[in-house]
């Protein structure tokens, strides 16, 4: 008798899933291949106004909604912008927010932590790069009733789904920054967001300025930021 591939649980239908089973010496030339990549990831801040295919944007776009989220429930809109007039609009919106901050609302410390990063509150890329994607966050959700229901573990589901998100731009060739202006609520109104969202990061996407510049960072160690218990 041929076994089922699906089986049943709580009346819900579970699927045979087939996991790549690897060689551990593929496994730790894999892992290190793909550190050796991420690693060369940076955030950019300049950024070519050369067209990036919408096509890549929406692969990009699908990547990070693979992300786990709690119930599943996948509490995000991905808000993709190529419109320039759209961009201009947030532009100059997040750079009244921008000079807010940076005159009264960041203290001086704050403001310190930050100079060799070389910021201010000037923020071309908004128009300069080829896509804004502006990542929403849904605390709750509607049914089909329009009765509200709960989402769980938000920001964290958000947040890996970011992560994703940033790697696929990186596997994609491209560049992005993590732009986060505060507060963020201009961007419900100009992208007609409903009332459920909340705007969680704006990342412009494109290919850097040639020749481009970024900070001389370091990363922290393995042993500065792991502790194993063997
Ligand atoms: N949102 C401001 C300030 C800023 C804050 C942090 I924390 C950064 O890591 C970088 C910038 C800005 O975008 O300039």
């Not at 790697?167 to 009332?195: C, E, K, Y």
């Amino acid at each position: 008798m041929e076994l089922s591939k699906n089986i049943n649980i709580n009346g819900y239908n579970h699927i045979k899933y087939d996991s790549i089973k690897i060689s551990k010496k593929e496994m730790i030339e894999k892992s290190e291949i793909f550190y050796e990549w991420i690693n060369k990831r940076r955030s950019v801040r300049e950024f070519s106004s050369e067209p990036i295919p919408k096509e890549v944007i929406e692969n990009i776009i699908k990547s990070a909604s693979t992300a786990p989220s709690g119930a599943h429930h996948q509490p995000w809109t991905f808000c993709a912008v190529s419109n320039p007039f759209i961009k201009t609009k947030i532009k100059i919106a997040a750079e009244i927010e921008e000079k807010e901050g940076y005159e009264h609302r960041m203290s001086e410390r704050w403001k310190k932590d930050l100079e060799h990063l070389a910021t201010d509150m000037h923020k071309p890329f908004l128009e300069d790069a080829p896509w804004l994607i502006v990542v929403f966050k849904k605390s709750y959700d509607f049914d089909i009733n329009g009765e509200k229901c709960n989402n769980y573990y938000v920001n964290e589901s958000i947040g890996i789904s970011c992560g994703m998100l940033i790697s696929a731009i990186h596997n994609a060739g491209l560049v992005t920054l993590t732009h986060t202006p505060s507060p963020m609520n201009f961007l419900t109104s100009i992208l007609n967001r409903p009332v459920n969202e909340r705007a969680f990061l704006l990342l412009p996407v494109g290919y850097p300025k040639t020749p481009v510049y970024v900070p001389d960072l370091k990363r922290k160690t393995l042993d500065e930021m792991a502790v194993f218990y063997e």
